[in-house]
């Protein structure tokens, strides 16, 4: 079970994880610092975070660790969209979909994606 949410970056770093599987703090760093500066000792906090989230285990192999995630990058969306609807939206998915639709600028192939979408739901028992 996930605890919490994830910060700005450790999400950074769960996406790492998700797109390469396994990787050590060194590499983390690494790969980060092609964005951004990241401080090793950073990474190594935000790991031990994601870890006590229950997000990111490791495996050790002799004094080094491999992080991966535990959580899949469909179970983290869903948690963050369920969490972002409760607090914006009284968790109504529609609120949220008529919202995006009076204030923001959508496209018509967009909108027609959205209304088959409308019309395969309606179909469904």
Excluded at 33 to 47: G, I, K, M, W
Excluded at 80 to 91: K, M, P, S
Excluded at 109 to 118: D, F, M, P, S, T
Aim: proline share 2%.
């Amino acid at each position: 079970m996930i605890s919490g949410k994830f910060g700005k970056q450790q999400l950074k770093i769960i996406r790492l994880l998700w797109k390469h599987g396994e990787l050590t703090a060194r590499e983390i760093t690494e790969r980060l610092n092609r964005d951004e500066t990241f401080a090793h000792s950073t990474v190594q906090t935000l790991l031990r975070q994601l870890e006590a989230k229950n997000a990111v285990g490791h495996v050790t192999n002799g004094r080094t660790f491999k992080f991966r995630a535990l959580v899949s990058e469909r179970k983290a969306t869903q948690g963050a969209l369920r969490d972002f609807l409760g607090r914006l939206f009284q968790g109504s998915p529609a609120e949220l979909a008529v919202h995006l639709v009076q204030n923001e600028k959508i496209s018509k192939q967009e909108l027609r994606k959205l209304r088959e979408l409308i019309a395969q739901k309606e179909k469904q028992p």
